[in-house]
């Protein structure tokens, strides 16, 4: 991994570390005895949600296992961290759930549900606000993730950031959140597609993956011929101030 990577690519992927791989397996163990007690199955079962659902300690680790690896010299980690999101797809991810428009359900198979982490989509018409401001995205496989890898678009990040700042030219960063973005978010979202290369990120236990926290990424649908139960993520997302995210 090169420092370039990030700031170039919008994406990092950090070799092999034992301790790394430590914490994942862990991660693994913990995270099925999560998966086994039920929670947020969405897609007609084929993806666990699980948003902060890794009971990690405060400071990352699992189990004892300590969240360490070469990924912190790019970073700057929290002074606590919250609880990952265990992200678990399943073969024939995704199906259709009963409430999810056809709109929805292409755009998720075709696009792998390409989104900005932050910008939540709210009411009736799902308009996008910035309401959970990340400083960064870092990724850990737990298992085999080439079945249904995460997806990025390689770049995209700096015209996201960009048209953000278009977005939020001449305001004060706490009153961000009350500005819908979703005409300039959805525009240059198209752009992304058509000027961006697509990316599919595969990675093994015992590697990080770090994402700029403005780079278009998602899903991709569960392959055809892939083999395996079940693949699984553990992504930490921590919260900066409005201003620092942007």
């Known amino acids: 991994m090169e420092a370039r ?3 170039q690519d919008g994406y990092a992927i950090f070799p092999y570390d034992r301790a790394v791989a430590a914490w994942a397996n862990a991660a693994h163990r913990v995270g099925k005895a999560v998966l086994d007690k039920g929670g947020d199955l969405r897609h007609v079962g084929t993806w666990f949600v699980g948003v902060d659902a890794l ?5 990352g680790s699992v189990d004892g296992v300590p969240l360490a690896g070469a990924w912190r010299n790019h970073v700057t980690p929290p002074s606590t961290w919250h609880a990952a999101q ?3 797809v399943f073969p ?4 259709q759930d009963v409430n999810e428009s056809d709109a929805a359900h292409r755009f998720r198979h075709s696009r792998d549900a390409a989104h900005v982490d932050g910008l939540l989509p709210e009411g009736p018409q799902k308009r996008r606000h910035l309401r959970e401001p990340h400083g960064f995205i870092l990724g850990f496989p737990l298992d085999d993730v080439r079945a249904s890898p995460l997806v990025v678009w390689r770049g995209s990040h ?3 950031r960009a048209a953000f700042r278009t977005a939020y030219t001449g305001l004060a960063p706490e009153d961000w959140g009350d500005v819908d973005v979703t005409e300039i978010y959805q525009e240059n979202r198209r752009t992304v597609f058509e000027t961006c290369e697509r990316v599919e990120v595969t990675a093994a236990p015992g590697q990080a993956i ?3 926290r ?3 990424h998602g899903v991709a649908p569960w392959g055809a011929n892939a083999q395996g139960e079940m693949r699984m993520m553990a992504y930490f997302r921590p919260i900066v101030a409005p201003a620092a995210w942007l």
Not at 55 to 59: A, E, K, L, Y
Not at 92 to 95: D, E, I, L, M
């Open 214 to 216: 403005h780079i278009l």
């Open 210 to 212: 770090l994402l700029d």
């Open 158 to 160: 700096r015209m996201m």
């Open 55 to 59: 009971p990690n300690g405060p400071d």
């Open 5 to 7: 990577d990030l700031s």
């Open 86 to 88: 265990l992200s678990i």
């Open 92 to 95: 024939g991810y995704p199906q």
